[in-house]
């Protein structure tokens, strides 16, 4: 076979294989098309509901906040930015703002120390550890407003169990409900003893994600336990700590059934955080437009929030590399 023979198969096949290529594209890109437009197809019902439980109340909410929505007005108006001057230039809404930093920080700070150290106790026990695990995991168990109501009554300055055994122990017997500070206090301590479980299960799984091998290296290295926890677990857990102070952050600033039961709001405005402020604008007053510009405070210090834990817990250019 000559050398002009072979190069005209090679054209010819080369001009074959290069026509192949856009067919069987054609036909990827179509079953791809074909099935990018099935996923939405069943994602479509899913969104709209989305839209309708999310967004819709959200969009309404926000146009209540420009008028003076309430029973007793004659007519609905729109009144701009009058509502959020009100609640800027009063006095309720700024101590329903520092009772809400107060309750937020003191009771998620003290829910993800206690956590921490009973995920790191947890790592290190031998047996029993799934039966310890249930056991802390009770509070998430327990219905809500059962164990309000039970916490309600051991608060009791007469009869209640709290103050029994502070007495039998020789402590001071302090008025759960009319001391000052008290109210604020038990509303920390049930929310602690309530949530520290939700962050106890997020930092026991990222701990139980860190390979053995890291601590052995460490070990090797002579580091200590102190040095091994700050270098070696807190940094490989920051995802997961992230995760666990941004929902208990938020949820945190959502708090209503314990306040509603344990403490009404009161004593006064004592317990009166911005989201029972904003309830009682709206159910107890009745003034839905006030409530509503109350509620768009509460999204802003949410995101505030939330941005201030992603720039403080978001790994370094060193840490990434």
């Not at 920080?105 to 031998?126: D, G, N, P």
């Not at 107890?284 to 834990?309: C, D, E, H, K, P």
């Given at each position: ?53 999310t967004v819709v109340p959200f969009v309404y909410t926000l146009v209540l906040s420009f008028t003076n929505m309430a029973p007793t007005e004659a007519s609905l108006r729109f009144v701009g930015l009058s509502n959020y001057a009100e ?46 695990r249930a056991l802390f995991l009770l509070p998430l168990a327990a219905a809500p407003v059962a164990s309000l109501f039970n916490w309600r009554l051991m608060f009791n300055s007469s009869f209640g169990l709290i103050n029994y055994v ?156």
């Open positions: 076979m000559s050398d002009s023979t072979l190069r005209e198969r090679r054209r010819s096949g080369g001009k074959r294989s290069s026509s192949r290529p856009p067919a069987a594209g054609r036909a990827v890109t179509a079953g791809a098309l074909a099935r990018a437009r099935t996923r939405r197809l069943f994602l479509l019902p899913l969104t709209a509901l989305l839209v309708a439980l609640l800027v230039g009063s006095r309720e809404f700024w101590s329903a703002v520092r009772v809400t930093a107060v309750f937020t920080v003191s009771a998620v700070a003290i829910e993800f120390v206690v956590a921490m150290a009973v995920a790191v106790a947890l790592t290190r026990v031998t047996r029993g550890a799934p039966l310890l502070l007495g039998v122990l020789g402590l001071p017997q302090p008025d759960w409900g009319a001391d000052a500070g008290m109210p604020l206090l038990s509303l920390i301590i049930v929310d602690t003893w309530q949530w520290t479980p939700f962050v106890l299960v997020i930092l026991v799984g990222g701990m139980s994600a860190i390979p053995a091998d890291v601590y052995e290296a460490a070990s090797v290295d002579g580091s200590g336990s102190w040095s091994t926890f700050w270098h070696v677990t807190f940094p490989l857990l920051r995802p997961f700590v992230l995760v666990a102070l941004l929902f208990r952050g938020i949820d945190a600033l959502k708090t209503f059934d314990s306040i509603q039961v344990l403490t009404g709001g009161g004593p006064g405005t004592s317990t009166t955080t911005l989201n029972y402020f904003a309830f009682r604008e709206g159910i107890s007053f009745l003034n839905f437009g006030r409530a509503s510009a109350a509620a768009m405070l509460l999204l802003l210090v949410a995101i505030l929030l939330a941005r201030l834990l992603l720039r403080w817990l978001r790994p370094s250019k060193e840490e990434a590399r």
